[in-house]
């Protein structure tokens, strides 16, 4: 069973910035992609971005390209999410997923392609 731990969230001003980690416990076919995802209360999950860690492709859901940037260590199996000009809109609970890539590309929305699922991580922006 593949483990994913997210760390990095926090409570942080507009504008401001954070970085959060998901680290793996394996890699493996089923963890060729990992992803970003966040919830906020009374909304529908929303994708972020993905990375295809054989590679290093990246992936962004179109509104949040350029603020966020998806990142890995291989050597850690570890997957960040550095997160600039935060606004309070992005406050939301941050999960990391895990899955197999689709022809060697991984989905930055499409959360039923992933099989696992980390904690959740909470992200607050406010002033």
């Known amino acids: 069973q593949v483990q994913l731990v997210e760390s990095g969230g926090d409570s942080v001003q507009p504008g401001g910035s954070l970085r959060l980690s998901c680290a793996a416990s394996e890699y493996s076919s089923n963890t060729e992609c990992m992803g970003w995802f966040r919830q906020a209360p009374g909304k529908e999950r929303e994708g972020i971005a993905a990375?295809?860690?054989?590679?290093?492709?990246?992936y962004y859901h179109d509104y949040l390209r350029g603020r966020f940037t998806i990142t890995q260590d291989s050597a850690k199996n570890t997957v960040y999410l550095q997160m600039n000009s935060l606004k309070p809109e992005d406050s939301a609970i941050y999960y990391c997923?895990?899955?197999?890539?689709?022809?060697?590309?991984?989905?930055?929305?499409?959360?039923?392609?992933?099989?696992?699922w980390g904690q959740g991580t909470q992200v607050t922006v406010s002033s």
């Open positions: 990375i295809y860690r054989a590679n290093g492709d990246t």
């Open positions: 997923a895990a899955g197999p890539a689709a022809l060697g590309v991984c989905s930055s929305t499409a959360a039923d392609v992933y099989v696992y």
